[in-house]
């Protein structure tokens, strides 16, 4: 009989798991396991974060209900007090790697020529339960943490991710960052250093940010700037030569500030180090930055990032880097279909078909009987 997959199934396919079995050997994440190796780890956290189950008994039960499917997928059951050891003591950069690899094609698949790429650094807080709190106490006595985000808005997809304590300012991380030379930075006041900034353009990366109310800018041109539009002067220009007294500014060269009004009705100040681009298209880029609000927004009502499964920290950067690798297998396998064109509406029909044996593009529509196979054996009854 032909053998058809589950839903789970046609989504892990696309996961590098020669890769997976080099890091496992790498970080020896299944050194002196008995019970639940990695791959059985990380299939049933997957299975959590694509079926919604909230707990650990949940993703047991569920995988219980459905184990005659899991052995093509490679998985086994996973009960719930080996599923917690495992996230508390499996080391979490095995699934921090195999996401940076992935995140890495994903974007490799659609990339254009040098200087076309464009990337949003943002960060985001996650609330933790307060028995968390020993090693992510934040500034309101509770627990968080903040996940910091590169993210490419043409392809709709993160590039990289760290995750820190919430007293982290956002530039320490991106100060870390491995730039991409040619390509186009867009940020916020959260990443306000002229250090970092000078590093930008020195390893010839454009930037698109905003710039303080209280920063003076001593002008050499005034561009010219199309009457009745968004964009009220242009001005190229240079920054403070020193940021205190004692300390120079490393930002030295000219830069370029374009006043903008906004939808709102307020006025912001965008800061560049691009002087030719028009001045509409430098104010695209910034109003590009309201993409990255959307995809945490999204990831934090869809997959199961809210409530961890585990307190200790190891445990919850193993859900968070598995929920990313959920969401990049969800984009691929919404790419490579047309029937379902909503990115929400195809996440809830995965849900809800996890472990059925249905192809990935016919969710929206009602099962249909499989064909007969007319080269089985048949045998009828003779009358007497």
């Known amino acids: 009989m032909q053998h058809e997959n589950s839903v789970f199934h046609q989504l892990t396919k696309t996961i590098p798991w020669h890769l997976f079995d080099q890091?496992?050997?790498?970080?020896?994440?299944?050194?002196?396991?008995?019970?639940?190796?990695?791959?059985?780890?990380?299939?049933?956290?997957?299975?959590?974060?694509?079926?919604?189950a909230k707990?650990?008994?949940?993703?047991?039960?569920?995988?219980?209900?459905?184990?005659?499917?899991?052995?093509?997928?490679g998985a086994k059951c996973a009960a719930r007090s080996t599923l917690a050891d495992a996230n508390a003591k499996r080391p979490w950069a095995l699934f921090g790697d195999l996401f940076a690899h992935m995140a890495a094609n994903a974007?490799?698949?659609?990339?254009?020529?040098?200087?076309?790429?464009?990337?949003?650094?943002?960060?985001?807080?996650?609330?933790?339960?307060?028995?968390?709190?020993?090693?992510?106490?934040?500034?309101?006595?509770?627990?968080?943490?903040?996940?910091?985000?590169?993210?490419?808005?043409?392809?709709?997809?993160?590039?990289?991710a760290v995750i820190t304590p919430?007293?982290?300012?956002?530039?320490?991380?991106?100060?870390?960052?491995?730039?991409?030379?040619?390509?186009?930075?867009?940020?916020?006041?959260?990443?306000?250093?002229?250090?970092?900034?000078?590093?930008?353009?020195?390893?010839?990366?454009?930037?698109?940010?905003?710039?303080?109310?209280?920063?003076?800018?001593?002008?050499i041109k005034q561009l010219a700037v199309q009457q009745g539009s968004d964009v009220l002067s242009d001005t190229i220009g240079y920054l403070p030569k020193r940021q205190s007294y004692s300390r120079k500014n490393p930002m030295a060269k000219p830069v370029r500030e374009i006043t903008v009004r906004i939808s709102t009705g307020k006025i912001i100040r965008l800061v560049?180090?691009?002087?030719?681009?028009?001045?509409?298209?430098?104010?695209?880029?910034?109003?590009?930055?309201?993409?990255?609000?959307?995809?945490?927004?999204?990831?934090?009502?869809?997959?199961?990032?809210?409530?961890?499964?585990?307190?200790?920290?190891?445990?919850?950067?193993?859900?968070?880097?598995?929920?990313l690798i959920a969401y990049l297998l969800l984009r691929r396998a919404h790419e490579n279909q047309r029937a379902i064109k909503q990115h929400v509406t195809f996440m809830r029909l995965i849900r809800l078909n996890i472990m059925h044996i249905r192809p990935i593009n016919t969710l929206n529509k009602p099962p249909t009987k499989?064909?007969?196979?007319?080269?089985?054996?048949?045998?009828?009854?003779?009358?007497?």
């Open 272 to 323: 560049t180090n691009d002087l030719l681009a028009p001045a509409r298209d430098i104010a695209n880029l910034y109003k590009q930055r309201w993409q990255i609000e959307l995809f945490f927004k999204w990831i934090k009502q869809n997959l199961k990032i809210k409530h961890f499964l585990g307190t200790s920290q190891n445990a919850v950067r193993i859900q968070l880097f598995v929920a």
């Open 370 to 384: 499989p064909p007969k196979n007319t080269k089985q054996l048949t045998m009828s009854l003779m009358q007497c």
């Open 107 to 160: 974007n490799r698949s659609t990339r254009r020529k040098m200087g076309d790429a464009v990337r949003i650094l943002d960060a985001t807080t996650v609330s933790l339960s307060n028995l968390s709190i020993d090693w992510a106490r934040c500034r309101n006595n509770g627990s968080a943490i903040k996940v910091h985000m590169v993210y490419d808005p043409d392809n709709c997809t993160p590039c990289k």
């Open 23 to 52: 890091l496992v050997d790498k970080h020896k994440s299944d050194f002196r396991v008995r019970r639940l190796d990695s791959k059985s780890q990380f299939l049933a956290l997957l299975f959590g974060q694509l079926s919604g």
């Open 166 to 219: 919430e007293n982290v300012n956002d530039i320490t991380p991106a100060k870390a960052l491995l730039l991409e030379p040619g390509s186009t930075y867009v940020f916020d006041l959260g990443y306000y250093c002229y250090a970092w900034w000078a590093e930008l353009d020195t390893n010839n990366c454009r930037f698109v940010t905003r710039l303080k109310r209280n920063t003076p800018i001593t002008e």
């Open 55 to 73: 707990s650990l008994r949940e993703i047991e039960a569920g995988l219980k209900s459905h184990q005659a499917r899991l052995y093509h997928v």
